[in-house]
């Protein structure tokens, strides 16, 4: 008799099964509600198929649509697998590459056989799907040997798969999923039980773009197709209106609207920002200068251009290079004839960060344990050497200022200085209008410098920080740690707020490093007379001003708070006789320190107010001759159902005062 397997469930229950047995079949054991309900399986933490046998002893929890991170996981994973499917049924001779689940749905990559797909092919496509997915195709799981994998896949003529089961790791067992009996694709799955546990109708195919096979521009062009796809018709539905409400609040399109910057091939990846989004820029910087004042910080300004050899000490050359701008230290030939550079000078690269100038600062002069905590402060420009095809209009770009701070501290202050960055933040991110986010702890990668005791403190040390802060018990509550996701010299908090229409931005982050100041050998004297290492703490509240303004600019829709707006009101004229009024009330305004527009033009009011409006003018303060001669304003604020009314040109002004003072300064 065979040995048989001992499945614990959640419930501290155990089962003894023969080999063979599947978590469909425990499920089956159960009762017919959850066989019917379960569509996957958690064995020992793993997400697997329903129907894949267990190999061992093993803990088993099953998945339902109720877990829906799982559910929407296998979902999008079948979905991906389904458009593969229906594509190479619609185009022979398409080759496949591969295509994963993403946050919101899938894409596949493909190496169409004729022309690149186009939007206007997705109809067919979705049709064939949905049929797909209503023949209830079983999906089956098999292990392959590497070299039958290779020369199947050689045998249809698919390349990219047979390049790609080459070269993944020899000891990586090949699996394919089979769709019925007639179509398969390389993947590691997991997938559902059948086709027909999708909804045919809770997915849509939503644009196509050109991707590079393996991200690499030297590489075929192959045609990317996405996808949204969720659990039912009800989700699908609530998904689409969010992506509408986004594309309303798009910031390219809203600053375009505003006039606040623009972005054109002359600079890829650099902003060009107009004087209205430049007011905008300076109206944060400001109050984060403030803010960081009070704190403490010391405010610096570190060099754009640097010796490579200072980035290999700092372990960025190694680690880094990629995504760095690296200079030649020589001068260009101006002669037509002969190289421009020689090839033989010494590099320099543009900064990617400014962590390893702020080293050399501290390490001016003898630092005391009495001086510690430095906490030094600079709104950096850097420069990251990001592809093209990841740019994404002032998201992101290859050229950003962060509002970037390093605290050197001492073992003993270390735990307390992070409890008062993670209070500032929060501070601030209140301030800006947002009342929700969540603090994630990014444990330490694979690969990393320092040992495993010293990343077992930094990560604890983190931990405790969050825990003992004055942060809302809701967030404490919703706190989580995501294994893997640090950095190569240091565990981080990561903060990510959620905006107006329920959409996370990772953007503060705070940064234990006890690595690079070993490495550039930044020290301080103890009380004991003795040199110690001070623990670099890399922080960023707003993280880049370009990203943060394109989310602030969404999060409102350009409808900024008064003290952030660039334009705070628009004094317009109802007729010309009251232009020399007009001119009076925003020489007043502007006495207040408002900044004011007038409209003079010869315009009905009603279009004067649809253009303000439509530029999001938080107020419209119009005149005419009745106004002119009682000395009043009708104020017209911004936004539906938003009422008229007509005030003293004096309590217009104290009003607009009070709301266009900083929060700070309230």
């Given at each position: 008799?065979?040995?048989?397997?001992?499945?614990?469930?959640?419930?501290?229950?155990?089962?003894?099964?023969?080999?063979?047995?599947?978590?469909?079949?425990?499920?089956?054991?159960?009762?017919?509600?959850?066989?019917?309900?379960a569509i996957g399986a958690r064995v020992d933490g793993e997400l697997r198929d329903i129907t894949r046998p267990f190999e061992h002893d093993s803990q088993l929890a099953l998945v339902t649509a109720r877990d829906e991170a799982d559910a929407l996981e296998l979902a999008r994973h079948d979905y991906a697998h389904i458009l593969a499917e229906a594509v190479q049924q619609l185009f022979p001779g398409t080759q496949i590459t591969f295509g994963p689940s993403t946050d919101d749905g899938f894409y596949y990559d493909f190496a169409p056989k004729d022309r690149p797909f186009t939007e206007e092919d997705l109809?067919?496509?979705?049709?064939?799907?949905?049929?797909?997915?209503?023949?209830?195709?079983?999906?089956?799981?098999?292990?392959?040997?590497?070299?039958?994998?290779?020369?199947?896949?050689?045998?249809?003529?698919?390349?990219?798969?047979?390049?790609?089961?080459?070269?993944?790791?020899?000891?990586?067992?090949?699996?394919?999923?089979?769709?019925?009996?007639?179509?398969?694709?390389?993947?590691?799955?997991?997938?559902?039980?059948?086709?027909?546990?999708?909804?045919?109708?809770?997915?849509?195919?939503?644009?196509?773009?050109?991707?590079?096979?393996?991200?690499?521009?030297?590489?075929?062009?192959?045609?990317?197709?996405?996808?949204?796809?969720?659990?039912?018709?009800?989700?699908?539905?609530?998904?689409?209106?969010?992506?509408?409400?986004?594309?309303?609040?798009?910031?390219?399109?809203?600053?375009?609207?505003?006039?606040?910057?623009?972005?054109?091939?002359?600079?890829?990846?650099?902003?060009?920002?107009?004087?209205?989004?430049?007011?905008?820029?300076?109206?944060?910087?400001?109050?984060?200068?403030?803010?960081?004042?009070?704190?403490?910080?010391?405010?610096?300004?570190?060099?754009?251009?640097?010796?490579?050899?200072?980035?290999?000490?700092?372990?960025?050359?190694?680690?880094?290079?990629?995504?760095?701008?690296?200079?030649?230290?020589?001068?260009?030939?101006?002669?037509?004839?002969?190289?421009?550079?020689?090839?033989?000078?010494?590099?320099?690269?543009?900064?990617?960060?400014?962590?390893?100038?702020?080293?050399?600062?501290?390490?001016?002069?003898?630092?005391?344990?009495?001086?510690?905590?430095?906490?030094?402060?600079?709104?950096?420009?850097?420069?990251?050497?990001?592809?093209?095809?990841?740019?994404?209009?002032?998201?992101?770009?290859?050229?950003?200022?962060?509002?970037?701070?390093?605290?050197?501290?001492?073992?003993?202050?270390?735990?307390?200085?992070?409890?008062?960055?993670?209070?500032?933040?929060?501070?601030?991110?209140?301030?800006?209008?947002?009342?929700?986010?969540?603090?994630?702890?990014?444990?330490?990668?694979?690969?990393?410098?320092?040992?495993?005791?010293?990343?077992?403190?930094?990560?604890?040390?983190?931990?405790?920080?969050?825990?003992?802060?004055?942060?809302?018990?809701?967030?404490?509550?919703?706190?989580?740690?995501?294994?893997?996701?640090?950095?190569?010299?240091?565990?981080?908090?990561?903060?990510?707020?959620?905006?107006?229409?329920?959409?996370?931005?990772?953007?503060?982050?705070?940064?234990?490093?006890?690595?690079?100041?070993?490495?550039?050998?930044?020290?301080?004297?103890?009380?004991?007379?003795?040199?110690?290492?001070?623990?670099?703490?890399?922080?960023?509240?707003?993280?880049?001003?370009?990203?943060?303004?394109?989310?602030?600019?969404?999060?409102?829709?350009?409808?900024?708070?008064?003290?952030?707006?660039?334009?705070?009101?628009?004094?317009?004229?109802?007729?010309?006789?009251?232009?020399?009024?007009?001119?009076?009330?925003?020489?007043?305004?502007?006495?207040?320190?408002?900044?004011?527009?007038?409209?003079?033009?010869?315009?009905?009011?009603?279009?004067?107010?649809?253009?303000?409006?439509?530029?999001?003018?938080?107020?419209?303060?119009?005149?005419?001759?009745?106004?002119?001669?009682?000395?009043?304003?009708?104020?017209?604020?911004?936004?539906?159902?938003?009422?008229?009314?007509?005030?003293?040109?004096?309590?217009?002004?104290?009003?607009?005062?009070?709301?266009?003072?900083?929060?700070?300064?309230?």
């Amino acid at each position: 008799m065979s040995e048989m397997f001992r499945i614990t469930l959640p419930d501290g229950s155990v089962r003894e099964v023969a080999p063979g047995t599947t978590p469909a079949d425990i499920a089956a054991a159960i009762g017919p509600g959850l066989a019917k309900a379960a569509i996957g399986a958690r064995v020992d933490g793993e997400l697997r198929d329903i129907t894949r046998p267990f190999e061992h002893d093993s803990q088993l929890a099953l998945v339902t649509a109720r877990d829906e991170a799982d559910a929407l996981e296998l979902a999008r994973h079948d979905y991906a697998h389904i458009l593969a499917e229906a594509v190479q049924q619609l185009f022979p001779g398409t080759q496949i590459t591969f295509g994963p689940s993403t946050d919101d749905g899938f894409y596949y990559d493909f190496a169409p056989k004729d022309r690149p797909f186009t939007e206007e092919d997705l109809p067919a496509i979705e049709e064939a799907m949905r049929a797909i997915i209503r023949a209830d195709k079983p999906l089956k799981r098999e292990v392959w040997e590497r070299e039958a994998l290779i020369a199947r896949w050689r045998e249809q003529g698919e390349t990219f798969k047979a390049e790609w089961a080459a070269e993944l790791p020899g000891d990586e067992p090949l699996t394919v999923y089979w769709s019925g009996g007639d179509w398969l694709d390389m993947c590691r799955g997991p997938h559902l039980a059948s086709t027909g546990k999708l909804d045919p109708d809770a997915f849509k195919l939503t644009r196509v773009s050109g991707a590079y096979w393996r991200g690499d521009q030297n590489n075929a062009m192959l045609s990317r197709i996405y996808g949204t796809g969720w659990l039912n018709k009800k989700q699908l539905a609530e998904h689409l209106t969010r992506l509408e409400e986004a594309a309303k609040r798009d910031h390219r399109r809203i600053g375009q609207e505003m006039d606040l910057f623009h972005l054109q091939s002359e600079a890829q990846g650099s902003v060009f920002w107009h004087p209205k989004g430049f007011v905008l820029w300076r109206a944060l910087e400001a109050y984060m200068r403030r803010r960081l004042d009070a704190a403490g910080y010391a405010e610096v300004k570190t060099p754009q251009l640097m010796d490579a050899r200072q980035w290999e000490q700092s372990g960025h050359w190694g680690k880094y290079r990629e995504n760095m701008f690296v200079v030649p230290d020589e001068i260009p030939n101006a002669e037509e004839d002969g190289p421009i550079l020689s090839g033989k000078a010494d590099l320099m690269a543009l900064k990617p960060m400014n962590c390893p100038a702020h080293v050399l600062i501290f390490r001016q002069g003898i630092k005391s344990y009495r001086d510690l905590p430095i906490r030094m402060a600079e709104f950096g420009c850097c420069h990251r050497n990001e592809p093209h095809g990841a740019l994404h209009g002032i998201m992101r770009v290859r050229q950003f200022t962060q509002d970037d701070a390093h605290i050197f501290v001492r073992e003993d202050q270390l735990i307390g200085e992070v409890r008062a960055f993670c209070e500032l933040l929060d501070s601030v991110y209140r301030d800006l209008g947002f009342e929700e986010y969540a603090v994630k702890l990014a444990l330490r990668p694979d690969k990393r410098f320092g040992d495993d005791a010293m990343w077992d403190k930094a990560e604890q040390e983190l931990r405790e920080a969050v825990l003992q802060s004055d942060l809302s018990e809701a967030i404490k509550a919703r706190f989580e740690e995501l294994p893997g996701e640090g950095a190569f010299y240091a565990p981080k908090l990561e903060f990510h707020l959620t905006d107006a229409i329920g959409r996370t931005w990772q953007v503060g982050t705070i940064q234990s490093d006890r690595v690079l100041p070993e490495r550039l050998d930044a020290s301080y004297v103890g009380d004991d007379g003795e040199r110690h290492r001070p623990v670099m703490l890399h922080r960023a509240i707003l993280g880049t001003f370009e990203r943060f303004l394109g989310i602030l600019i969404e999060h409102h829709a350009g409808r900024f708070p008064l003290w952030l707006a660039p334009v705070q009101a628009v004094v317009a004229t109802i007729v010309s006789d009251a232009d020399e009024y007009a001119a009076v009330v925003a020489a007043k305004l502007k006495a207040a320190g408002l900044r004011v527009e007038t409209d003079l033009r010869n315009e009905k009011i009603n279009y004067k107010v649809r253009e303000h409006s439509l530029a999001k003018v938080p107020n419209l303060l119009v005149v005419g001759k009745r106004e002119a001669e009682e000395g009043t304003v009708a104020l017209r604020p911004l936004g539906e159902g938003a009422k008229q009314e007509v005030l003293s040109l004096d309590a217009v002004i104290a009003r607009l005062k009070a709301e266009a003072t900083p929060p700070d300064l309230r």
